[in-house]
């Protein structure tokens, strides 16, 4: 199956629209040979009667079935209305060959951000379960699940990325298309490839990069995917399905990391002192060899919360490294910060692993950044002889679950395209309060819930993670703060031969 993927022509008049690049892009759609045709939204850069006139030449120009998804810019002035009028529905199922195509608009008017509301995820799921068996699963979708690099900053998002990000791994869908960031990217995660087109025909291109369009072709287990500049440069990537496997020798356990995150210790009712006890009494006896403290170690940067927050902390024989939050170093909390837990960036390792901290967090703010500065250096701290390479900070890199998306890592994209390139093998961060975990390309990304705060979201309750690497595999669980219960969360192959030079 060959599937032309087009996103953000941004059709219209004036300088946001570059028609020498739209005829280039028009002629593949009408000349190529191709099963499918799908345009990711943004067809139009205004939303108007006129701009949705010229885009349906699109559609008739081939016989091909072309699949139209609404984006942000065509939600501008009533444009969903001229959508259904010019172009077609602005969700649906649709069957090509081997592939079911659940197309479905994340824009509403107005709003440069994403939503896909209750009824349409509803929607989404049910059609999921209808063509399970189907052999080639594919969402298309205008805004980004996953943060894309080169981006600039991580904003615009799908508020409920989190939530479409578990259904989508859950279903084991194939592939997830997306355009409206204007930069092309392509993940593996777990079984899913996330592509992501660059813009077709705007003159809003990033980084000097020019317009570019995603070529796909599925053939058995193989997805290959071809990103196409309009200057004739071709990028080309191969994604093999990964075989579901049950592990029964993991070898050697090597190394056990327990993670944690938002203690929000204090002696006011937010601090959930029993769980607390619980859980830190629970960690002595998993008898780790280290403990990360994901950030929001205190409840305020105040002096009495540091002050409780050591005395309840200093009494572990196990290492604990800590990163902070934005209320970690709020107040007198950036002074208090490196005077009772240490430096900012802290660093574990012994002769196979290492684990680096990076600080995400900023004064007054739930909004985090790491920084190109920091990247460049954490790239450099990263080059060292380890077989195991674990990047810790607060803040989420992957969106989380039942809580909103709101991009609150500024550069996630720039952050999580280097660590999969440097073939990190963990990443942890604790924010949101809720546990998740899934694989990036090479990379386990895994985040921590509140380990003893009333503020926390999974049904499991407060928990940890335990984090166990064996000699093939690593295996995180989460476990309940106050009972000590534990799940699966996830078993991964360690990466073989990694080449981290
Ligand atoms: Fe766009
Ligand atoms: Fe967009």
Redesign the pocket.
């Known amino acids: 199956m060959r599937i032309l993927h087009i996103s953000?022509t941004h059709i219209g008049v004036g300088s946001a629209f570059n028609s020498e690049a739209f005829e280039h892009v028009f002629k593949e759609v009408k000349d190529g040979v191709y099963d499918l045709v799908i345009h990711s939204?943004?067809i139009t850069q205004g939303g108007r009667t006129q701009e949705f006139k010229k885009a349906r030449e699109i559609l008739s120009c081939t016989e091909t079935p072309c699949i139209m998804l609404p984006?942000?810019?065509d939600a501008r002035s009533g444009g969903l209305f001229l959508f259904e009028k010019y172009i077609g529905p602005l969700n649906g199922v649709r069957e090509v060959g081997d592939a079911v195509i659940i197309y479905v608009n994340s824009?509403f008017e107005d709003s440069?951000q994403g939503r896909v509301g209750m009824v349409k995820f509803n929607m989404m799921r049910d059609a999921l379960n209808k063509y399970g068996e189907k052999p080639i699963k594919i969402l298309a979708i205008?805004?980004h699940i996953i943060p894309i690099p080169m981006a600039g900053r991580e904003r615009?998002v799908l508020y409920n990325a989190g939530d479409i990000l578990e259904l989508i791994l859950k279903e084991d869908l194939d592939l997830v298309l997306s355009?409206?960031?204007?930069y092309p990217n392509i993940y593996q995660i777990e079984n899913t490839v996330f592509i992501n087109a660059g813009t077709a025909s705007a003159t809003k291109t990033r980084y000097g990069d020019i317009n570019s369009y995603n070529v796909i072709e599925i053939k058995d287990k193989e997805r290959k995917v071809k990103t196409l500049r309009i200057d004739g440069k071709v990028q080309q990537y191969s994604f093999a399905k990964r075989k579901r496997r049950i592990f029964s020798d993991f070898g050697k356990r090597e190394f056990r990391a327990i993670q944690v995150a938002n203690t929000l210790i204090s002696d006011s009712r937010p601090f959930l002192k029993r769980n607390f006890t619980n859980a830190m009494a629970t960690i002595e006896e998993l008898k780790p060899d280290l403990l990360v403290h994901c950030g929001g170690i205190v409840r305020e940067g105040i002096a009495g919360d540091y002050d409780y927050a050591l005395s309840l902390l200093s009494e572990f024989d196990f290492p604990i490294l800590y990163t902070p939050a934005g209320r970690d170093i709020n107040y007198l909390g950036y002074y208090l910060f490196p005077t009772y837990f240490g430096l900012i960036d802290q660093r574990f390792s012994n002769e196979t692993i290492l684990f680096q901290g990076i600080s995400s967090a900023q004064y007054d703010s739930q909004e985090g950044i790491v920084g190109p500065s920091q990247r460049k250096a954490l790239l450099e701290k990263l080059q060292s002889p380890e077989d195991i390479k674990a990047v810790f900070l607060h803040h989420n890199v992957l969106p989380i679950p039942h809580s909103r998306e709101k991009g609150l890592l500024e550069d996630s994209g720039d952050l999580l395209r280097d660590l999969a390139n440097a073939r990190v093998d963990l990443i942890l961060t604790g924010t949101s309060s809720h546990p998740f975990a899934a694989q990036v390309e090479d990379s386990i990304v895994v985040n921590a819930n509140s380990l003893s705060s009333i503020y926390q979201r999974s049904v499991f309750g407060n928990s940890f993670n335990i984090i166990d690497i064996y000699e093939g595999a690593i295996a995180v669980f989460e476990v309940n703060s106050l009972w000590g219960r534990q799940r699966l969360l996830g078993i991964w192959e360690r990466n073989k031969n990694t080449d981290h030079s």
């Open positions: 953000d939204g943004d984006g942000n810019h824009a440069d205008h805004h615009n355009g409206h960031r204007h």
